[in-house]
């Protein structure tokens, strides 16, 4: 079980670093005025455990936060893979 709580925390940061890079390059894109990434794209790879690197790069980069949809469902993903990676711990030191 100790496995799966390791794993869990290697994906959950490996994925929020990711997020957290494409949420960079996003915005750089859209101040070159370049091709975007797809809205979609964020959103997968954010339901994927890499919600906690989009809400920091959001508040960093200062991007998509006036979309209301964005802060909702990062910070509702946040929650339940935090959640998620708690109830593991839980279980794997009870």
């Avoid at 200062?62 to 839980?90: C, D, E, S």
């Amino acid at each position: 079980m100790r496995t799966v709580l390791f794993g869990l925390i290697a994906l959950t940061l490996i994925m929020s670093i990711v997020t957290f890079l494409l949420m960079r390059h996003d915005k750089q894109c859209t101040r070159q005025h370049k091709r975007r990434i797809p809205e979609y794209t964020l959103f997968l790879v954010a339901g994927l455990f890499g919600a906690i690197g989009s809400t920091i790069a959001m508040q960093v980069y200062r991007h998509k936060t006036n979309h209301w949809y964005f802060r909702t469902f990062f910070l509702t993903m946040m929650i339940v893979q935090i959640a998620i990676i708690g109830v593991v711990t839980f279980k794997v030191f009870t």
